[in-house]
């Protein structure tokens, strides 16, 4: 991979597909997420995204206290807490569409599928709520974000100038043969 470089702009990405949901394996089962939810919630997004600060004030700030987030779907293994995505209008930049926000799995239980759980999951709610089509924005890195969003039907949605290129620079890599 390319070392990471922070653009000030995001990609976007876009579907317009709503997949059907996968039949949960023995011991996974979704939640609406809350306040109640804010501790477990800082302590799984602290994992995955290590160079972000995530406290309980921050989680209730961006997602279970957030006017703009219909829904915190939660997703437990076993009475554990391993992944979250969340459902959002982003009134500033993409009104009237849905937005998938946080998406996050515990880096232990990272690339079996729980990322492509989530992101259906989400779809499914945002299609519902009218909130369509839907659209995230994820860094040019996050190669495994990205390969799990393009396996549930999102495609590039260029936005800037530079995005064409960034993403011919995002397909290239993902061609390559990983090194981690
Ligand atoms: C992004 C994230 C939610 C995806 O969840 P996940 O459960 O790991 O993803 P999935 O297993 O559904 O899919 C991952 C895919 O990416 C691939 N992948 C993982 N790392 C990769 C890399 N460095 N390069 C290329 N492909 C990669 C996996 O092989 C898998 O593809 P496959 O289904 O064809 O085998 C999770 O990895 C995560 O929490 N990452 C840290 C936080 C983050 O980046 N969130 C997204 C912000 S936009």
Redesign the pocket.
Known sequence: ?ESVKKYET?LAMRSDLVLARDKLEDGLLFKDGSEKNNSELATLLAS??PDEKWDEIKVAEQLTAADDVCKVRLLYRDGILI?T?SARENRVKFPGQGYVH??????T???????????KEVLHTLFEENLWPAI????DH????????L?VGFAPHCLQDDHATRWSKVFY??ARP?N?
């Open positions: 991979m995001q995955a995204f992944g995505a946080w998406v996050a799995v515990l880096p239980l990272q690339n079996r599928g729980y990322g492509k759980i989530l992101v995230l924005e994820t860094d996050r190669l495994g974000a990205i390969k799990s969003y396996s890599n993902l990983r981690d």
